[in-house]
């Protein structure tokens, strides 16, 4: 019969731990920090298609379309964001193509991150989305 001596195992656990715990917690952070950078995305996105929807009305300018875009966006506490749109007028035609208005949304990805870009994975990037519908109704003269 074999005996293991267990006192020489005595602490490995608490080695194997103090080895693994920090790759846990950088791995944790690491998907935090992609999901927060991911969420705001994904806000932009529907703001800009909320800004895109404001503009899409007959007689709407690029300012309430922006705003619109701005106070969903303060409804998750973003800011530093660049809001911008391309509004369809008479002169351009009536084809599809012409009918269309554009509204973006910009942000530095670093902002979107919960704690800036600290080991500089972003950067210089930018998160840029946009939205585009189509104009209804009578289109206007441009201003």
Do not use: C, W
């Not at 020489?8 to 690491?30: N, Q, W, Y």
């Not at 990037?125 to 109704?137: D, N, P, S, T, W």
């Amino acid at each position: 019969m074999i005996r293991r001596d267990h006192r020489s195992r005595k602490g490995a656990t608490a080695v194997e731990m103090a080895i693994i715990a920090p790759i846990l917690v950088m791995i944790l952070f690491a998907i935090t920090q992609f999901s927060s950078v991911f969420f705001t995305r994904h806000t932009l996105m529907l703001a800009a298609r909320e800004g895109a929807r404001q503009l899409a009305i007959e007689g709407a300018s690029v300012a309430e379309a922006q705003e619109s875009a701005e106070e969903y966006l303060n409804g998750f506490g973003i800011t530093g964001v660049t809001l911008s749109g391309e509004n369809a007028y008479k002169g351009n035609g009536d084809s599809a193509a012409a009918r269309r208005v554009r509204f973006e949304a910009k942000m530095s990805a670093a902002d979107a991150s919960l704690i800036g870009d600290v080991l500089n994975v972003f950067g210089e990037g930018e998160i840029v989305v946009y939205a585009i519908m189509r104009k209804e109704g009578e289109l206007t003269s441009a201003p």
